[in-house]
Every structure is written in C-alpha cells, then in structure tokens.
C-alpha cells in the first residue's frame, strides 16, 4: 500500500494556513516517516515556532505509561491484576468498594467515582472550581475529590471511563515500589524505550521545546496552566513528542517493556462497547474489533490546550501520530488523515472517545511490527 503523501500535506497546509492546528503529526510506515509536519507556536508570547523535536502534554494519552507500569509490577510479582485495591494499599477508602481489583480499574469497570463528575457538561475546567489546580501536588492529593462519594455500580458489571482509577493505580505502583510514580516511569519505561525526550514536567518550569497549551480563540488565546495540575502524574499528563510515542510503541511491541504475554494481555481487549461491539477497550489503551482481529489501536488524550491521538494499524503496519496544543484539535485530523490513507469503509467507526458507555467482552489482538529502536 503507497501512502499518497502530497494529499495530506496539502491537508495540513490547509490547517496551518488558516490557524486551525497548531502541532505535530508523524505518519509513518513500517520502519519509514512518511510525513513530518509540524505548525503553529509552542510558545506564543515569545513567539516560538513548533517543531517535529517539540515536547507536547497528552493528558489521558499516557494512561497507557500507567498501565505499562502496573504489568510489569505484576510481571515482577509484586503487584496482581486480581489484587484488591485497598489490599495494595493496605488502607480502606472512603465509600470504595473492598471488591475494587486492579483489573476493574485497568478496564474503567470498577464503578469508583471519577473526580471530574462535578464539572459542568462541555467545560472541562469547571472541575477545579472547588479545588484550585495547585493544591493538587501528587496523586494521594486527588483522594478526597472522589473517596467519599458514594460508588455508581457493583465493580465488574459494566464499562464507564474514569479518571479516578488510574489515580489508584498510580498509588498501588508508589506503595509496591517505594518511588514515585513519576521516577518509576522514567526509570523502568522512558529509559527501556528510548524515550529521551518524554517526562512529566511541572507547567511552572517547562523544558526548552516544549510547547505550551492554549484554550480560547484567535486572539484571545490564553495558557492552560490554571486549567491543568501544575504536574502530570497516573491518570495522564506525561509530555512527549511525536517520535518518542513511536518509540514507545516499537518498544512495547518489540517486548522490551514486559514479556510477550504479559504485552499480549496488554493489548488484548477487555472490555467491550454495548452499543457497537466493535470498540474495545485494553489496558490503557482502545482496540477496534473488525472480524475478530484488531485493525486499529488508539490512545486518546484531551485537556484543556492539550489535544492528542496515536492511531496504531497492526495489520497494514501504518501509525499516525497528531499531538497538539490547542483543545479537541488531533481527533478530527487524525480521521482525515486516515481517510486520505485508507480506502472508504475500511473502518466502520470513528474515534473512540465518543463510546463511553460499555460492558463486558473479550477478543483477540495483534502487535504492530516494530522498527527495532
């Protein structure tokens, strides 16, 4: 398969031209970049241009670093994905059910409440109304946005996104390890891929060629740090760039990161969409079931001034990468892109983070090839 890469650099002209992305996207096939864009400014106010090397934030994207972690903790056997949350804690939780796993918080089906609930429909900020974004320093901080809230169903008995568990999660790899959980990522997973570029980063005190997030509109453009926690942690916020997401694929897949069963398990879906039975949800990330076989896997990510998509195509060897610093702008580009590569109908539904209400399935997966580095 010929990627016909004028016509999607002619689309992202476009974008650039009239101000509607501002980002990275990486194209790549097999082991090739087939399109490296990038556009619009990191940093407006000191008028600094993105670039393909730019670090961007991914929000929930780095669920995925979350999940990686916990795997290898049970690889390393001091974590189970059957172990109850409050065992790995060893601490009760408020209104918690005791019968919350590690797999039900992997999966969204432990029925916890998310710490974003209160938020207005359509205004992601809105859920710091109560609390300010600064008083939240480390994950333990998000415990009383959700303990105390009452439980919104029996863990295991459907699908329903939430933020809260991967809070959790990230809790039970800081009292299995003795290190945070950002030192654990950048120990056992940003170093093992290759990943030199990536880190969770305080917004006060970003890298050099990091972008900064913006919300509003052409010229009225404002940062996102009153938006966002002043750190990413388990539940997302990692920053990145577009290569180091393929390093991060190249590594999993090439079993660097956890054995081959355990990246199999990973990958494989867990959890099924009610409505299509298609979507499918992993370990941290989304897998599209056509078939019987996975043709797609995603990982999403959005924030105030943070817009992400890595899209994964095992059987054609094809990933598409679109990281941007302006709100809800990658999910919409990245389907373009993969309509400008893939024939009509190849892929019967559209971006995951529209089906948020699921149940119970299984399926079988497939890695995507890797690049060897």
Not at 43 to 63: C, E
Not at 90 to 98: A, C, E, K, M, Y
Not at 174 to 185: L, N, P, Q, R
Not at 208 to 231: C, E, H, M, Q
């Amino acid at each position: 398969m010929e990627i016909n890469t004028q016509i999607i650099h002619e689309l992202l002209k476009t974008k650039s031209d009239d101000g509607s992305f501002s980002g990275v996207v990486l194209v790549r096939q097999q082991c090739t970049n087939k399109v490296e864009y990038a556009c619009g400014m990191a940093d407006r106010g000191n008028a600094i241009s993105n670039t393909p090397s730019t670090r961007f934030a991914t929000a929930s994207a780095s669920k995925m670093l979350t999940s990686l972690a916990v795997a290898q903790l049970v690889e390393k056997r001091k974590l189970a994905f059957d172990m109850k949350i409050h065992e790995c804690l060893g601490r009760q939780l408020g209104n918690i059910s005791t019968d919350v796993t590690l797999h039900h918080l992997l999966t969204h089906s432990s029925g916890i409440p998310d710490y974003t609930d209160d938020r207005r429909k359509g205004d992601r900020e809105s859920v710091w109304n109560n609390v300010p974004v600064y008083a939240v320093q480390s994950a333990s901080d998000y415990l009383r946005l959700f303990v105390e809230k009452p439980m919104k169903f029996k863990p295991g008995e459907r699908y329903l996104y939430c933020n809260s568990g991967y809070v959790l999660l990230g809790l039970a790899v800081e009292k299995a390890t003795g290190m945070s959980f950002c030192d654990y990522v950048a120990e056992n997973i940003f170093g093992p891929a290759g990943m030199t570029e990536s880190g969770y980063f305080e917004s006060d005190r970003l890298p050099p060629d990091t972008a900064r997030g913006y919300i509003g509109k052409p010229g009225d453009w404002r940062t996102n740090v009153f938006s966002l926690v002043p750190k990413g942690g388990p539940d997302g916020g990692a920053y990145t760039t577009a290569k180091d997401l393929m390093r991060l694929w190249d590594a999993l897949t090439g079993y660097k990161l956890l054995s081959e069963e355990l990246t199999q398990k990973m990958l494989s879906p867990q959890i099924e969409d009610g409505n299509t039975g298609e979507w499918f949800y992993g370990y941290g990330l989304w897998a599209n079931i056509q078939d019987g076989s996975t043709v797609k896997f995603s990982c999403i990510g959005e924030d105030p001034g943070v817009s992400v998509r890595l899209f994964v195509y095992p059987k054609h060897g094809v990933r598409i990468a679109v990281l941007s610093n302006l709100s809800e702008t990658a999910a919409g580009l990245a389907d373009q892109i993969q309509d400008l590569i893939f024939p009509a109908g190849t892929f019967k539904l559209g971006d995951p983070s529209t089906l948020l209400s699921c149940g119970a399935g299984g399926g079988s997966c497939g890695a995507a090839p890797t690049c060897g580095g």
